[in-house]
C-alpha cells in the first residue's frame, strides 16, 4: 500500500467519521429540541391549570367578601331600623297626652302591684301627679314609666319606659324581621 493510498483511506475514514459525528450531533439536537418543545408544552399547560387556580381562588374570595359586605349592610340596616322603632316608640310614650298617659301609668302600677306590695313608686317630674293611690311617691330623672318598690326597698319592680322598650327589643326584632326582611 503506497502511502498515497494510505492517506486516502485516513482522510476516507475520518470524512466518514466526521460525517457521523455531525449526523448524531444533529440527530442529539433535533432530539434535545424535540424535549424542549415537549417541556415548554407542559410548562405552559401547568402554567395555565395554575393560573386558572389562581383565578377562581380569587373569585370566589371576592364573592365570600361580597357576600359578607351584603349581610352586613343587612344587619346593620335591621339595627338601625329597630334603632329607629325603639327612638320613636320612646318618643311616643313619653309625649302621650295628659289621659292616655295617666291610663298608662295606672296600667303600669296595676302591673306592678300584681309583682309586689308597692310601697314607694318613682316616677319623672312631670308623672307625679298622676300616681293614685300610693301614699309615696317619689321623683327620680327617668324619661317615663315608673319603679315601684317594696316597704323594705329590698325588691322593686322597674316598668320605666326605657326598661319596657328594652325589654321588648328581642321581640321587636323578630316581628321587624318578619315584616321587613322575609
Do not use: W
Not at 11 to 23: F, G, M, Q, W
Not at 131 to 159: P, Y
Amino acid at each position: 500500500m503506497s502511502l498515497d493510498n494510505v492517506k486516502d483511506e485516513i482522510t476516507s475514514c475520518a470524512t466518514a467519521d466526521a460525517e457521523k459525528l455531525v449526523t448524531d450531533a444533529r440527530n442529539e439536537a433535533d432530539s434535545i429540541m424535540a424535549h424542549a418543545k415537549e417541556d415548554v408544552a407542559l410548562y405552559k399547560k401547568q402554567g395555565a391549570t395554575a393560573t386558572a387556580g389562581v383565578i377562581e381562588a380569587m373569585e370566589r374570595k371576592v364573592r365570600a367578601q361580597a357576600r359578607f359586605d351584603a349581610e352586613r349592610m343587612i344587619m346593620n340596616t335591621k339595627k338601625d331600623i329597630i334603632q329607629n322603632v325603639l327612638a320613636n316608640a320612646r318618643e311616643q310614650l313619653t309625649s302621650l297626652p295628659k289621659k292616655e298617659k295617666q291610663q298608662f301609668i295606672t296600667k303600669l302600677l296595676a302591673l306592678a302591684k300584681k309583682e309586689i306590695d308597692v310601697h314607694t313608686v318613682y316616677v319623672n317630674t312631670s308623672d307625679k301627679a298622676l300616681i293614685k293611690g300610693v301614699k309615696n311617691v317619689k321623683t327620680q330623672d327617668m324619661a317615663g314609666g315608673l319603679v315601684a318598690e317594696s316597704k323594705s326597698g329590698e325588691v322593686s319592680v322597674n316598668l320605666t319606659v326605657d326598661e319596657l322598650l328594652e325589654s321588648a327589643r328581642g321581640e321587636l326584632l323578630v316581628k321587624v324581621n318578619e315584616v321587613l326582611f322575609e
